[in-house]
C-alpha cells in the first residue's frame, strides 16, 4: 500500500492511505483541481487540511516535501504556502498513478505569484511519501539554476 508519512513537529505523527485521504473532511476537499490549476485534473486535500489533522506547533517554520523515489526533496517555508497548498491522492477518484507524479503530489496553484524565492514551480513535489514539518530549513536539492534545471528535465522527458 502506498502511504504518505507526516513527521516533525506535530501533535499526531501519521501514515496517510489513499482511503485516509477521502475520508478527510468535506471542507478541505478539492474535487476538482483544475478550478485551480489550468491542465491538472484529479482530486486532493488542502495544506489546511493536513495541519488540521497533524496540528504542527508554533514552532514550525518549514516544510519538508520529500519524494524518495527519485531522491527529490524541497523544504519551503510554511507561511507562504499555507493559504494555498494542495496535496493530490487522486485522479478520476482513482489513486494518482505513478506516471503522474503519484502516490501523491505536492501542488502549489500560482506558484509564479507568490513573492518567495523558494517558492517555484520546481517545488511541485512528485512521488511525494513524506512531509516532515521542522523549525528551520531542511534538506533540499532542487535544481539551482538553469543547467541543473534543464538536465533534470532532459532526464525528466528523454528525447
Ligand atoms: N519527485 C520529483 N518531483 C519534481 C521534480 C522531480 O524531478 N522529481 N521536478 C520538479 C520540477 S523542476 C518541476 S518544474 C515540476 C514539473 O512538474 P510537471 O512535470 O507536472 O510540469 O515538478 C517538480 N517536481
Ligand atoms: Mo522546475
Known amino acids: 500500500m502506498t502511504t504518505l508519512r507526516i513527521s516533525g513537529l506535530v501533535a499526531r505523527e501519521m501514515t496517510l492511505t489513499f482511503e485516509d485521504f477521502g475520508a478527510v473532511d468535506a471542507q478541505y476537499q ?12 484529479g482530486q486532493a486535500i ?16 518549514f516544510l ?32 494518482l498513478d505513478v506516471k503522474a507524479g503519484g502516490p501523491y503530489r ?22 511525494l511519501d513524506h512531509i516532515e514539518f521542522t523549525a528551520d530549513r531542511g534538506f533540499d536539492n532542487r535544481p539551482e539554476d538553469e543547467q541543473e534545471h534543464e538536465a533534470l528535465h532532459a532526464h525528466e522527458h528523454p528525447q
Open 30 to 41: 478539492v474535487p476538482d483541481i483544475s478550478e485551480q490549476m489550468d491542465g491538472r485534473d
Open 46 to 61: 488542502t495544506l489546511q487540511g493536513l495541519v488540521a489533522l497533524c496540528e504542527p506547533s508554533d514552532e514550525t517554520g
Open 64 to 95: 519538508g516535501l520529500h519524494g524518495s523515489l527519485d531522491d527529490f526533496h524541497a523544504s519551503i517555508p510554511l507561511a507562504a504556502v499555507l493559504q494555498r497548498g494542495l496535496i493530490q491522492y487522486a485522479q478520476d477518484g482513482q489513486p
Open 106 to 127: 505536492f501542488l502549489i496553484p500560482d506558484y509564479a505569484a507568490c513573492n518567495t524565492d523558494e517558492i517555484d514551480e520546481c517545488a511541485n513535489v512528485k512521488f
